[in-house]
């Protein structure tokens, strides 16, 4: 009879069928994700917050700290140690600044140079100290005869310049021969002895046109100019008893 070999045919085929079902139904790999970090409560963020608050204060204040420091030895760069008057440096900034606003606004003014007679002696025969006060005794009559927009300033050794806005050139020849009187005039006693030093002035005039370097190379000359006719008054004298 052939109906069993039927039956046997239907069973192969609910077989295959069933296989792939199984292979069909197969469960998939899972793939694992990363873990989620723990999320911080409010007290922890006000902690970090905190934290990078108080950093960032500390971290101004160093700045601040440190910015002045820099202006403090900027400062001392440009400053006498002993006359606490701009030096060399410091007095051509200021002059060089005043040009730049002569020529800005068509203001003007006049530059000073100005010698100590015959220091050295002095300093040969009571020592340094001695040539120090007379300095300093010299600044303090400059500064006494300027107004606070002037500039007083020490170029080197027993050099000076001034600064002296909105003068004419009449006038600045006026307050140099004032600033040659008012330090003939100083007197001091080392030793026992009268000392005194005189000074000698040359003047450049300042406006718009001017250049810092030529002018003080211009009131330099005048000044030694000015020194060589000094040599002959015999008002200067030095020391004595």
Known sequence: MKKPKRASAAKAKAGRKTSAGRSK???????????????????GDDGAKATVKATIRGLRTKLKHAQRRVAELEAAADTDFLLEIPNRRGFERELARAIAYMKRYR??????????????PINDSFGHA?????????????????????????LGGDEFALLLWNLSETDAKAKAA???RAIDELSFVFRGQHVTAGASAGIASLGPHSDAARALEEADAAMYVRKAHRRHEPRIWLVGS
């Open 25 to 43: 139904a197969a469960p998939k790999r899972l793939t694992k994700r990363p873990a989620k970090p723990p999320r911080r409560g409010a007290s």
């Open 107 to 120: 203001a003007s003014g006049a530059l000073i140079v100005l010698d100590v007679d015959r220091l050295k």
């Open 130 to 154: 001695a040539g120090d006060e007379v300095l300093k005794a010299i600044v303090a009559t400059l500064a006494r005869q300027v107004r606070a927009s002037d500039v007083v300033g020490r």
């Open 178 to 180: 004032a600033f040659e």
